[in-house]
């Protein structure tokens, strides 16, 4: 992680894993860096990585519930286990892969609150 603000830091900007600027930098840094900070604080940069390690973990989340529920209601929906008595209504079907999206976005909207 690069953390700068000056032409100077622009090559360094580009060429770390994660280029940081502050918001009162130059231009050319503001655009060579992947996250811009809000603040001239450089405590905010600890903000930044807890941020970025709950963000990671709400994104695995997500992709769990997401094959978790997709691996169960997919074949049900598709008629698959209608020979053994499992079928749901194509209404509730739909219905339900709405739930799912919605949980997705209620799960991904937590992070606001961090």
Same mark, same amino acid.
């Given at each position: 992680?690069?953390?700068?603000?000056?032409? =100077?830091?622009?090559?360094?900007? /580009?060429?770390?894993? *994660?280029?940081?600027?502050? =918001?009162?930098? /130059? +231009?050319?840094?503001?655009?060579?860096? +992947?996250?811009?900070?809000?603040? =001239? +604080?450089?405590?905010?940069?600890?903000?930044?990585?807890?941020?970025?390690?709950?963000?990671?973990?709400?994104?695995?989340?997500?992709?769990?519930?997401?094959?978790?529920?997709?691996?169960?209601? *997919?074949?049900?929906?598709?008629?698959?286990?209608?020979? *053994?008595?499992?079928?749901?209504?194509?209404?509730?079907?739909?219905?339900?892969?709405?739930?799912?999206?919605?949980?997705?976005?209620?799960?991904?909207?937590?992070?606001?609150?961090?």
């Amino acid at each position: 992680m690069m953390c700068g603000d000056g032409i =100077n830091d622009t090559l360094a900007l /580009t060429l770390s894993d *994660i280029g940081v600027s502050v =918001n009162t930098g /130059t +231009d050319i840094a503001m655009d060579s860096s +992947d996250v811009i900070l809000t603040s =001239n +604080d450089l405590k905010s940069i600890t903000k930044l990585i807890n941020i970025s390690k709950k963000t990671i973990r709400n994104i695995k989340q997500n992709l769990f519930w997401a094959f978790f529920y997709n691996l169960f209601m *997919i074949p049900i929906a598709t008629g698959i286990l209608r020979p *053994i008595g499992i079928s749901i209504n194509p209404m509730m079907a739909s219905l339900a892969m709405v739930l799912s999206s919605i949980t997705v976005i209620l799960n991904a909207l937590r992070l606001r609150k961090s």
